[in-house]
Nanobody, 117 residues
Framework: QVHLVESGGGLVQAGGSLRLSCKAARMITSVFNPSTMAWYRQAPGKQRELVASITGSSSLNYGDFVKGRFTISRDNARKTVYLQMNNLQPEDTAVYYC????????WGQGTQVTVSP
């Protein structure tokens, strides 16, 4: 039973854009809406790291490496979190996951983002 469903990854050239989506399929609205949701990524051979987070009141936080290139947003009616990624670089290549900031939901499959030079 899948809790978090990520989609939207793909192969792009450096400088390209992708928009990732994460559906919190098994979170009820009353839990999702106030939850701080986050995007994480894990590159081969590296630890999973926080990319961005958004609180229930839409306060935002980003990893230092984002440098204004990514935007996290949420649609509470759809229980969905988005990550708009612009000016992608090869070092952004990773599997991208979403979860609560507490990481208290089972991890989904993630969505692969591959950026070619």
């Amino acid at each position: 039973q899948v809790h978090l469903v990520e989609s939207g990854g793909g192969l792009v050239q450096a400088g390209g854009s992708l928009r990732l989506s994460c559906k919190a399929a098994r979170m009820i609205t009353s839990v999702f809406n106030p939850s701080t949701m986050a995007w994480y990524r894990q590159a081969p051979g590296k630890q999973r790291e926080l990319v961005a987070s958004i609180t229930g009141s839409s306060s935002l936080n980003y990893g230092d490496f984002v440098k204004g290139r990514f935007t996290i947003s949420r649609d509470n009616a759809r229980k969905t979190v988005y990550l708009q990624m612009n000016n992608l670089q090869p070092e952004d290549t990773a599997v991208y996951y979403c979860n609560t900031i507490a990481q208290d939901r089972p991890w989904g499959q993630g969505t692969q983002v591959t950026v070619s030079p």
